[in-house]
Nanobody, 114 residues
């Protein structure tokens, strides 16, 4: 019974900040490669950020320097801290866990608009 539950989405003004959380259960979280994806209307799903079990990170160029992915293994939670948000960041954000197979959360909506 694997479960990934995202939270923290909402409406934020351009230039604002938001922190997304993804609480995992049913997996050995500490060894999972975690990632955030997003999908905006009429667009392909996009990999935003990854963090390995060794906490090395990677980001898509468009969010580099603005977003930070982190994890708290004690809480079985991965975060995406987003700053300097732009309207083009508007999307449904999904958390994933990779343990040989990739598990997906249901998503949380981020809307960046004034």
């Amino acid at each position: 019974q694997v479960q990934l539950v995202e939270s923290g989405g909402g409406l934020v003004q351009p230039g604002g900040s938001l922190r997304l959380s993804c609480a995992a259960s049913g997996i050995i979280f500490s060894v999972a490669k975690m990632a955030w994806y997003r999908q905006a209307p009429k667009t392909q799903r996009e990999l935003v950020a990854t963090i390995t079990s060794g906490v090395s990170t990677n980001y898509v160029d468009s969010v580099q320097g603005r977003f930070t992915i982190s994890r708290d293994n004690d809480k079985n939670t991965v975060y995406l801290h987003m700053t300097s948000l732009k309207p083009e960041d508007t999307a449904n954000y999904y958390c994933t866990a990779d343990l040989g197979v990739i598990w997906w959360g249901k998503g949380t909506l981020v809307t960046v608009s004034s």
